[in-house]
């Protein structure tokens, strides 16, 4: 048994590979992240917050963290790590150095993005990302010894999101393509349904034995495939809720308050309203573009069959 066992919240996925559970299940502002055991220890992303990657640390010493996007729940303790080895995606802009220019990238309008940064630095914790130490590309290998990682880009959730293929255990870590009930997340400027979509079409043809997601346990490829499945048709599940709402002719500000993806249970109902507001949005421009409704004066319909 791996010293790691004795801890309550790290559990073996393969002889290499460590989930290392965050609190409350995973949920947001928590994700899991992985360990793996080769040559270094690294960590997959901080969400599991500063106590659990200490505890990690006194128990075995983590030398390295990924970042497999820089969404706040990935992000979270990194610093618990700051004088350790930090590898961030490519395509990861340098406002992951600034939280107010950060709050701008995932926010629109100045007042709202404001209040993203004071929600993620002041209830959240978060502290700035550094300069990283390397940063790596679609399809690059990261040799970790008994650890091979392949870096696999799969954007639309944000531009830098990031799933590994460790290739020697067939182990495919698909970070926030999650599976989770609520289904694909797009509530960010940048994201976009389609790519989103695509990336996940990609992963799922992949050679894998098992997943690993940030939000939920990992899964044998049975599981995972009709994972895949069901994460797809949630997609067009979505779609169709918005386009529920256009059979009254309802304008945004009432689809917002109608709430199709958080139904009003989110605690912090202005983040809600802004992050549905983007949800929405893109898939309003997703029905227009297919010619499934029209937009007169603001009020979207349904177009006759
Ligand atoms: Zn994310």
């Given at each position: 048994m791996n010293r790691l066992e004795t801890l309550p919240f790290v559990h073996p996925v393969t002889p290499h590979i460590y989930l290392a559970c965050g609190p409350g299940k995973g949920r947001f502002p928590n994700c899991h992240g992985y360990l793996l055991l080769g040559d270094r220890t690294i960590l997959i992303?901080?969400?599991?917050g500063t106590d659990r990657i200490r505890q990690i640390d006194q128990t075995m010493r983590i030398d390295g963290l990924i970042i497999s996007h820089s969404h706040p729940d990935h992000i979270l303790a990194w610093h618990g790590l700051r004088d350790r080895q930090l590898w961030l995606p490519?395509?990861?802009?340098?406002?992951?150095?600034d939280l107010i220019l950060l709050g701008r990238r995932f926010v629109e309008g100045e007042a709202n993005a404001r209040y993203w940064t004071d929600v993620v630095r002041d209830r959240l914790g978060i502290q700035p990302l550094r300069q990283p130490n390397h940063r790596f590309d679609d399809g690059e290998r990261l040799d970790f010894g008994a650890i091979q990682l392949r870096a696999i880009h799969a954007p639309?959730?944000?531009?830098d999101h990031y799933c590994f293929l460790e290739t020697t255990s067939k182990t495919l870590f698909t970070t926030d393509v999650?599976?989770?009930?609520?289904?694909?997340?797009?509530?960010?400027?940048?994201?976009d349904i389609r790519r989103f979509r695509e990336s996940v079409m990609m992963l799922r043809s992949l050679a894998y034995d098992r997943v690993g997601t940030s939000h939920k346990r990992p899964m044998d490829r049975n599981a995972a495939d009709r994972a895949f499945a069901r994460y797809l048709e949630a997609f067009e599940r979505q779609k169709m809720a918005v386009r529920a709402l256009c059979a009254t002719g309802m304008d945004l500000e009432a689809m917002i308050q109608a709430s199709p993806f958080y139904h009003n249970r989110m605690a912090d109902i202005k983040m809600q309203r802004i992050f549905e507001s983007q949800m929405i949005r893109k898939n309003l421009e997703l029905l227009l573009d297919e010619g499934g409704i029209v937009e007169k004066q603001g009020r979207f319909f349904i177009l006759d069959e």
């Open positions: 992303d901080s969400g599991i490519a395509e990861t802009p340098e406002t992951v150095e639309g959730h944000l531009d999650d599976f989770t009930g609520f289904g694909p997340w797009y509530g960010n400027p940048e994201s």
